[in-house]
Nanobody, 121 residues
Framework: VQLQASGGGLVQAGGSLRLSCAASGRAFSSYAMAWVRQAPGKEREFVGGIGRSEFSTFYADSVKGRFTISRDNAKNTLYLQMNSLKPEDTAVYYC???????????????WGQGTQVTVSS
């Protein structure tokens, strides 16, 4: 599966952004999906995950209540709605696909190219 993330940008603290990840290749609906972020000088951090159906979602504590992950299997697209953004959310955000729903970022097999999110204070 090939993944293409988009939707990043510069936003003020308290603002919102919606990231998208377009998938092509093997059936999108057969994969568990996730968003993972990496800030400068830090390791990749799991943000949110979603199972093969749209009903199983889970999040890192740092974003719970502010971010919402969703998927549209008919459109082969993964989303991340980010509200109440904070400067510490600044990072490159990657979408990832794998066979298992997990909070372990390294367990996902396929990765998009990343989209930069910058939150100013």
């Amino acid at each position: 599966v090939q993944l293409q993330a988009s939707g990043g940008g510069l936003v003020q603290a308290g603002g919102s952004l919606r990231l998208s990840c377009a998938a092509s290749g093997r059936a999108f609906s057969s994969y568990a999906m996730a968003w993972v972020r990496q800030a400068p000088g830090k390791e990749r951090e799991f943000v949110g995950g979603i199972g093969r159906s749209e009903f199983s979602t889970f999040y890192a504590d740092s974003v719970k209540g502010r971010f919402t992950i969703s998927r549209d299997n008919a459109k082969n697209t993964l989303y991340l709605q980010m509200n109440s953004l904070k400067p510490e959310d600044t990072a490159v955000y990657y979408c990832a696909a794998g066979d298992i729903s997990t909070t372990r970022a390294t367990s996902y097999d396929y990765w998009g190219q990343g989209t930069q999110v910058t939150v100013s204070s």
